[in-house]
């Protein structure tokens, strides 16, 4: 599980934020939290290893909802082998990769993203103002996203594999 998100940048570190709650608690065998930031590189150099079966990540977004709104989604991300060697170019010269789905993208190029990937979204109403801290109705929103996070890491946790 991976949790993105700038958190000088107000409500846009809801990702960071929820994963440091997560890695506080107990959570199956196998389980690993990975507080990505704005570098997805790393979260890409993770997938790299190979032995990640499923993917999580937790992220601001706007998602069209109302603020505090948590939704699950399945990514579509982008495979960089259909477009022109000028478009790939343009598409992977960021090697900070700090939007999930820049991440993605990479990780499905080279082959490493895990079939099922989910994103645990926060709609967010404030990821532009250069502050620490989240806005109130963001803050209300992390249990939520933690709980959801919860379910759906018990929801694909092979109970033979604990």
Request: proline share 5%; no cysteine; net charge negative.
């Amino acid at each position: 599980m991976a949790g993105f998100g700038n958190v000088l940048r107000a409500d846009d570190g809801v990702g960071v934020v929820i994963v440091e709650r997560l890695s506080t608690g107990p959570l199956p065998a196998g389980t690993r939290v990975l507080d990505v930031g704005i570098g997805g590189m790393r979260l890409v150099q993770e997938l790299l290893a190979g032995d990640v079966v499923v993917l999580m990540i937790v992220d601001a977004g706007d998602l069209g909802r109302p603020a505090g709104s948590v939704v699950v989604q399945r990514p579509d991300v982008l495979d960089v082998s259909t477009l022109s060697v000028a478009e790939r170019r343009d598409e992977l010269a960021d090697t900070h990769l700090a939007t999930p789905a820049r991440a993605l993208m990479m990780a499905l190029g080279l082959g490493v993203l895990p079939e099922t990937t989910l994103v645990v979204g926060v709609q967010t109403s404030d990821t532009d103002e250069p502050r620490e801290g989240l806005s109130e109705t963001t803050r209300n929103a992390v249990g939520t996203a933690v709980d959801e996070v919860r379910r759906l890491i018990d929801q694909h946790t092979d109970p033979r594999s604990g």
